[in-house]
């Protein structure tokens, strides 16, 4: 194609490669916000914990618990509107804990929890999240937004991560 073509599509040929230029330093951005939103809140966590001497055994009671899970149910059903055409995405979760206590604070929580999580996918970009990258990054937004949440309203994470049981999209 010459310079200053337009592609099969109409669009400048330098207004894709922006447009894709544009996308990916989001994504990057995305990435970035997310990671030091995670590493911030562990740093903040952990530093109320007593510090173990170097050398020391640790009892077997302080192992790590077993790990609970508890389903969000019903599933979650967002639409988009992407090229002129209704898309839909369902996405089924289980949140993973180690403490039943906590977790149990937490389900008091259940209709903020849920109305935060609708609110996170309905504000996502359809053809972002056709991606491997797109949908690892949904997963980490959910799980911070979940941990955000419990920090805010029972005062631990108590959720260690948020995994998709079903992600279907049409």
Known sequence: MARGTTSDTGQPVAAKKNR???IMVVAVALLVSVGLSA???WFFLSKDRPQQEEGTIQPIAQAKQQALYESLEPAFVVNF???????YM??????MARDEQQLAMLRSHMPAL???LVMLFSSQDFAQLN???GLDMLKQKVTATV???AVREVGVPVVEQVLFTNFVMQ
């Open 90 to 95: 369902q996405v089924s979760l289980a949140l």
């Open 39 to 41: 590493a911030g809140t």
């Open 147 to 149: 941990q955000e949440l």
């Open 114 to 116: 849920r109305n935060q």
């Open 20 to 22: 894709l230029k544009l």
């Open 81 to 87: 509107q992407t090229e002129g055409r209704t898309r």
């Open 131 to 133: 991606t491997p990258l």
